[in-house]
Each structure stands twice: as C-alpha cells, then as structure tokens.
C-alpha cells in the first residue's frame, strides 16, 4: 500500500523525476511513509477497540483519546506539563552534555587520567541512573533540579564515551598538518578537533536527547508536581487511560521532532561526508 | 661568508627511536648541506628513514644526535620558513578546497581580505581555481596533492619539503605534477628537498640526489645532476639521464 502512492507520486512528477528518485531513496522515504504508518496503526488500534470492545479504562478508542487531547490543550493543561518536562529536558541536556563532553575531551587528551578515572566512571555505570533517581528526590526535592539531574545523569556516560572515541579518531596526519604549522592549542581544537569529531559529537547529541526524555519522565514518575511523566501517573490513579494515551502521544512528538531536528542538524553541518 | 651561503644545514643528524620494547636507530649520523634554490632530493630503499629525514627537517621529530641549521641558526621545532607537502594529501574533509589552502595563513594569522586573495592565487597556480568551493571528497587522488602543493606554498616558505608526495599516482599524473612541481620551483624561487624511491622521478628533479644506505640510514653516495633546465618529459630519454639513473641503482644495490 505504502509502495503503490510513493511510485504514483514519482510518476506524476516527470521533470524532477531524478531528484525525487535520489530523495525517496535518501530520507525522503521515511518522511512519506510516516503519515501512512501512523495513519495504519490508528486503523488497527480502532479496530482492536471496536472488535475486542475493551472498557475504556483499559483500551480506549482513537476517539476518545482525540476528545481528551483536545480537552487538555484547550484548557492549557497540557502545556503546563510539556513545559515542565521540557525545562527539565533541557536543563538535563545543558548539564549532562557539557560535563560529559568536556570530561571527555580530558579523558581522551590524558590516557593517564583516564587510567586513574576510568574504573570508577565503569564502575558507576553498574547502578542503572534510573534508580538513583529516589535518591536524588530525597536529596533534592520534587522540583525540577532533581529531574535535571535524573537527565544528566542517564545521558552523561553515552556522551562521555562518544567524545572520547572522537577526539581520539581525529587523523594523525591532520595532526602532524597543524603541528607542522605551528598551530596553537587553541587553533588545533577549533580548526582540527571540534570539526574532526563533530559526527560522532552529534551522534552523542542523540543519542543524549533520546536518553533526556527517558531521564524527565522517570524523574517525574518517582516524585513531582507536573511534567508528562507526572500527567501519565495521575492518569494512572484516577483510571483515565485516554489522558494517559494523550500524554504518551506528546511524549512520543517531543521525542520525535527533537530527533528530526538534530537529523537536520546533522545534514546541515555534516555535508562534507560523502 | 661560506657559513651563509647554505640555507640548510644538517651535521652529524641521528635518529634513535625508543619505546619499551627497545632502541630502533632510524637515523645515522648523516651530514649534508643545501644551498639556496637548490632542488635534491633523497632516494633510499623502502623503510630506510627517508620519512623520518624528513620529519626532522620539518622539526616535527626531535633528533637524538647532531644539530639542523636553518640559515646558519639551530631549529627548534616547526618553523614558519619550512612548509611541507605529505605522502598523504591530508586535507580536511570539511574545508572546501579555497578553505584548506586558506589554512596556513589563518593559523599565522594574515589579515582575511589577504589571505583569500593569496589563497585565490596559489589554487589558480595549480590549476584549481574551478574547484575552489568544491569540498575535497569532490577530487581526484592527483587534485588532491595540486592542493596540498598550494597549501604548502601559500605561506611563501623559503624551503619546500616534500615526501614522495605523488607516490600514489599513476605514471601519467605523477609525471605531469612533477613538471608542474619544477615550474612552481622555479617561480617562487625556493629552495626544495624531495624524498622519494623512484630514481627517474629524482633524476628528473634534482640538481642532486643523495643516496640513503637501508637503515639505519646515512649516505652512500652523492650525485650531482647536471641536466640541462628547463626540463620536459622527454629528458628521460637522453644518454646522459639514462646513464644517471644507472648510477644510482647500482649505488642503492651496492
Ligand atoms: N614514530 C616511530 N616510532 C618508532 N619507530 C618508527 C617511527 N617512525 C618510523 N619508525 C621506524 O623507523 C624506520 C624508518 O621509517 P621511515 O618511515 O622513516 O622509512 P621510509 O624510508 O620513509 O619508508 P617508506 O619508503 O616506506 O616511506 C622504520 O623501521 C620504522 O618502523
Ligand atoms: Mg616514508
């Protein structure tokens, strides 16, 4: 079904039909057949609702769902919660991503450092961040600090290891280039380090931001006043499915758009790969 | 003023490599001088320290015995004055072709207007000017090295070096950047030294060749080259460069 409407569009558009063809074979494909999955999986979920005729408590329908979404925007109260969530996300982000990032390009410029840290950042690793998160709502409070602080925490050791094998693939010879022109530190990580490990940076960068959205709404389950991961708890507790599916859904576009956005970002920076 | 008349400088030069499995000496006690505007070149055997002679020149390695004089002065360490061209273009991937042979002048810090203006010039001296916004994954194996040529020379160093920079080409492409390479030479006036294994490209070159024994490396022999200039292709064709080449193989055998 997704097959037949791609080519139809292609055809349809004879003079560029080389560009489209090199487009859908790229990232286009995914773009296009998006709307059909989604619309594919709403036919099946209202299909499963209408023959099983589940409660509505435990399966309910897309409609429902629509009304309740609906409700909760009209109302601002979906809004309120976005924006807990993503302030969190963003402070975690912010956090998380530059400790990680500029202990890693510490770690990677000082193997003896790295020998004397290493194990205990290894180590650390075995206590899965989520369940420190108790913790830290004790020590910090339900606010949104201890959240951040949940995000920084899933997302620090990925990013960490992401910098280190990048700066350390920076090519030798491009090394020597700069050594042979008397380039300054400061010259040398600008013009050769940032650049040389810019793909895997931005490989970190996602991976970060997934790994955000996951530390927020634990963080929010464990212990808050607002956030998605509190709206979907609360939904939990009065039985209201529709508004947990409603939070589960921007919690799946705020995932979503982050990713595509750094997908852009990539393409942007990075057109210089072949 | 005999002391001057010598650009560079290398006297008792050694090169001892260390690490925890032992002493690899690389380099052994070689002295040579070159002499402003001059083109050698130094042939040797695959593996017998022509890259670290050079590297050592660059001031990229420390020697571990003897001195190396640039103008009659000790080197320490990369100079301005001494620019190199690799065995590996070694461009970055991410610089449009403009921008890498802009890199040398961004480092010592050349005004922009200028430097982009200079770096317009030298991609136009190797034939490149088309490529200028083209990003090197754009360009041939021999584009490549036309690059790394004018980013050698756009900081205007007094002393070219380069190892075995066209070693990858095919014969056509060696031969035609070889040319280009003596032309280049010529106008910029400076002082060139190329390492290399292939004997018909130093004779070619050179006004004269030293030749490295295995390693460790010191000299076995040096071989003026009184060709005629300007050379062409056809050169390689004569009595005497024929003769030259035989020369020297049979030095690198002995
Ligand atoms: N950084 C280094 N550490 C230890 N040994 C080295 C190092 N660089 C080179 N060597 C050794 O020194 C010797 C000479 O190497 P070099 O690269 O100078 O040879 P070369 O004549 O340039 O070889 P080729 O013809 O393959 O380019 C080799 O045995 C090599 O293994
Ligand atoms: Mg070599």
Known sequence: ?274 | MSINSFILEAKNLGKVFSDSSGKLPAVNNISFSVSKGEFLCIVGPSGCGKTTILQLLAGLLDNTSGEILLGGKPLKGPHRDISVVFQKSNLMPWRSVLKNVLLPLQIYGTPAKEAKEKAGLYLEKVGLSEFANAYPKALSGGMEQRVAVARALVQNPRILLLDEPFGALDSFTREQLNLELLSLWRDQNITAIMVTHNIREAVLLADRVLVLSPRPASIYREIPVNLPRPRTGDIEYTREFVDLTYQIRKAIKA
Request: charged letters at 10%.
């Open chain 1, 1 to 274: 079904m997704e097959n037949s409407s791609e080519s139809a569009g292609t055809t349809k558009r004879k003079h560029n039909r080389a560009f489209m063809a090199g487009w859908l074979n790229g990232y286009g494909i995914g773009l296009l057949a998006f709307p059909f999955g989604v619309v594919l999986l709403v036919v099946i979920w209202y299909l499963v609702t209408k023959l099983g005729d589940y409660p509505a408590f435990i399966l309910p329908g897309p409609a429902a769902v629509m009304e309740e979404m609906h409700k909760i925007i009209v109302n601002g109260v979906l809004w309120i919660h976005v924006k807990a969530t993503l302030t969190e996300m963003a402070g975690g982000l912010a956090l998380g991503l530059g400790t990680a990032t500029i202990l890693g390009y510490i770690l990677a410029k000082s193997p003896i450092l790295e020998r004397l840290i290493g194990p205990y950042i290894v180590a650390s690793q075995s206590v899965p961040a989520v369940a420190i998160a108790p913790l830290l709502i004790i020590w910090f409070g339900t606010g949104k600090l201890s959240k951040v602080l949940v995000c920084a925490l899933v997302l620090f050791f990925p990013v960490l290891i992401n910098t280190i094998v990048g700066i350390r693939s920076v090519d030798a010879g491009l090394k020597t280039l700069m050594k042979s022109l008397h380039a300054s530190r400061w010259q040398t990580f600008v013009m050769l380090e940032v650049p040389a490990s810019l793909p895997v940076l931005l490989g970190g960068l996602k991976i970060g931001v997934t790994l955000s959205v996951i530390g927020a709404v634990v963080g929010e389950f464990v212990g808050a006043d607002r956030g998605l991961g509190y709206l979907i708890n609360l939904a939990k507790g009065i039985f209201n499915t529709s508004l947990m599916f409603a939070a589960l859904i921007a919690l799946t576009a705020i995932s979503l758009t982050l990713y595509l956005l750094i997908t852009a970002l990539e393409r942007w920076l990075l057109d210089w790969r072949d």
